[in-house]
């Protein structure tokens, strides 16, 4: 695979806030077809990185490149005409706007209004559960439904690419297993994902290949399972 097709490639990223470091030199890829992981603890910078990439934070170090294209600080709008969406951490969801509503802001940089339409049946084909709840006001959904329904909104942007910012945060186990299953499906539809996850044991199970993020920097890389079989990273994250 040439490196100009990599959907993602990030080289030597650093950003700080004010003095304070954030991000050290970080580089990882993501591949054609591939589900890459970023595991870190509080704090580690996870959230700072998808910033970066998706131009709400601006690098003081390196560049970010999507599909081969040098995308370095370009402003998010832009970005999500080039294929990039992002499910922010905590879901970010328009809690008086129905659901429906939530999903066609998703779709707010097109103006293929016949595929947007398709697209919004397909969506919601991904998530029968909330197939009939489209008038619903989103703020009324449990934490679970509301995560497929920030997935959703994704989606609806029609990306290449996928960033999810800790979607099973604070989600029952079963819920957890769901939205598992729902990025495994979204990744069989052709978007490459990069999810970035404390809940390493969920991240690993669904992941090709896996980054370690500590103190803003990248201390491991692997495929997903030899990490999860790393000693270091079952005692550190997995708590075994
Ligand atoms: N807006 C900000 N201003 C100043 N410091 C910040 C800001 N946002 C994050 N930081 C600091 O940068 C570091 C990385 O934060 P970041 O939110 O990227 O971590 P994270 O891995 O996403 O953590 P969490 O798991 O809690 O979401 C932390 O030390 C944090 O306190
Ligand atoms: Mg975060």
């Known amino acids: 695979m040439s490196t100009e097709a990599l959907p993602l490639k990030v080289s030597g990223l650093s950003a700080r806030y004010g003095v304070v470091p954030a991000l050290n030199e970080v580089s990882i890829t993501v591949g054609s077809g591939e589900i890459v992981t970023l595991i870190g603890a509080n704090g580690a910078g996870k959230s700072t990185l998808i910033k ?114 800790e979607p099973t945060i604070g989600l029952a186990p079963a819920i957890v297993d769901r939205i598992a299953e729902m990025i495994k499906t979204v990744a069989e539809t052709g978007v490459n994902i990069l999810l970035v996850e404390q809940n390493a044991e969920t991240a690993l199970a669904i992941a090709d290949r896996a980054y370690i993020l500590e103190g803003g920097a990248i201390t491991a890389e692997d495929s997903a399972s030899v990490l999860a079989q790393s000693p270091e990273v079952q005692r550190a994250y997995l708590g075994i």
Do not use: W, Y
């Open 52 to 165: 970066t990439i998706c131009g709400l934070v601006r690098p003081s170090a390196g560049s970010v490149h999507l599909f081969g294209e040098n995308v370095t600080g370009m402003s998010p709008d832009r970005l999500v005409r080039k294929g990039l969406s992002v499910v922010p951490e905590g879901r970010r969801l328009f809690g008086e706007m129905t659901m429906l509503e939530n999903l066609e802001l998703g779709s707010f940089a097109r103006n293929d209004t016949a595929a947007v339409k398709r697209d919004l049946d397909r969506v919601i084909s991904l998530f029968p559960e909330l197939r009939d709840r489209l008038a619903t006001q989103a703020s009324t959904f449990s934490g679970g439904q509301q995560q497929m329904i920030a997935v959703a909104r994704a989606l609806m942007s029609a990306p290449r690419i996928l960033l999810l910012d």
